[in-house]
């Protein structure tokens, strides 16, 4: 009986189309011949297949890879879904490899099309669809699928929250990213989001950080304040200018649980750089 049951799961796989692993599922593509030939790629041979770029992926909790192909005569549609720890670690390898030029849509989370590829995140997931063929129809076929795997996948549809908590004006559309590992260069700055700013003449950077607690808060903010010599005070909030001799002027303040760090503006813009973490830290 159990033989028999399990005869049965694996036949309505192979019709369905379904992947056993981690539930996921290769839809039908009308005309291509669906193969997946390749094996679910693990963080320790991940290197196998992008080579020199999985460092950036495995700081981002990449965790697995399920690639598939879509061939139709000698145009191929290519397919590759990659699992990271959770949603903001998505966002973070997905927002790496985006540009503000490219033709957004509303795929999953947030999707662009560009010259034959098609990336987007939805949830956990990042999706990379591209083809080498310029034909319209091999070009639809590909969007297609791209909006067929949207709707497969679970996870959320929408932005990671902390993105929102940045001030609109002079923010750059579609710049935002995630650092989730020295940031600044600093090994006890990690988990960071990242947004550009143009402002006039100035363009400078601000970057947000959540921490688990206050005293989690503080502790950074005391470490990061020694590496100029100063002291933070047994205080939940605070405000401090200083020069990073990697990163410049450095305007640093907290409150409660939040970090908010300025870049890029000279010290004497201490009220620009205060106009903007007033509005963060309410």
């Known amino acids: 009986m159990m033989k028999n049951k399990i005869l049965i799961g694996v036949l309505f796989a192979f019709i ?10 290769y839809p039908e593509l009308k005309g291509f011949k669906l193969i997946t ?3 679910v790629y693990q963080p320790e041979n991940l290197w196998d297949f992008i080579n020199g770029a999985a460092e950036a992926y495995l700081a981002l909790g990449f965790e697995e890879l399920h690639v598939a192909e879509y061939k139709k005569g000698r145009n191929v549609i290519k397919l590759e879904i990659y699992r990271h720890s959770n949603h903001t670690m998505a966002f973070g390898i997905y927002s790496s490899e985006r540009s503000p030029s490219y033709n957004f849509t509303s795929l999953g989370a947030q999707g662009y099309i560009v010259d034959g590829s098609i990336n ?3 949830g956990n997931y990042y999706i990379k669809i591209r ?3 310029g034909k ?3 070009l639809q076929s ?9 709707d497969l996948l679970q996870g959320e549809t929408t932005m990671p929250s902390m993105v929102a908590e940045f001030p609109a004006e002079g923010k750059k559309i579609n710049e935002e990213t995630y650092i989730n590992e020295s940031v600044l260069g600093h090994r006890f700055l ?8 143009n402002v006039g003449p100035d363009n400078f ?3 947000l950080m959540k921490m688990s607690s206050a005293p989690e808060a503080l502790k950074t903010a005391e470490e990061y304040l020694a590496t100029a010599g100063l002291e933070a005070g047994q205080s939940d909030e605070g405000k401090f200018v200083f020069a990073d001799g990697y990163n410049g002027t450095i305007f640093l303040s907290w409150k409660g649980n939040l970090i908010v760090i300025i870049t890029g503006l000279a010290k004497d813009q201490a009220d620009l750089a205060d106009k903007y973490t007033s509005q963060i830290l309410k």
């Open 16 to 25: 369905s189309g379904f992947v056993t692993a981690e539930d996921i599922q």
């Open 37 to 39: 030939k390749y094996p």
């Open 120 to 122: 987007f995140f939805k």
């Open 131 to 133: 083809t080498y063929s």
């Open 136 to 138: 319209p129809k091999v």
């Open 142 to 150: 590909a969007e297609s699928l791209a909006y067929r795997v949207a």
């Open 190 to 197: 990690n988990a960071s989001f990242k947004a550009l700013y």
């Open 205 to 207: 950077s601000i970057f």
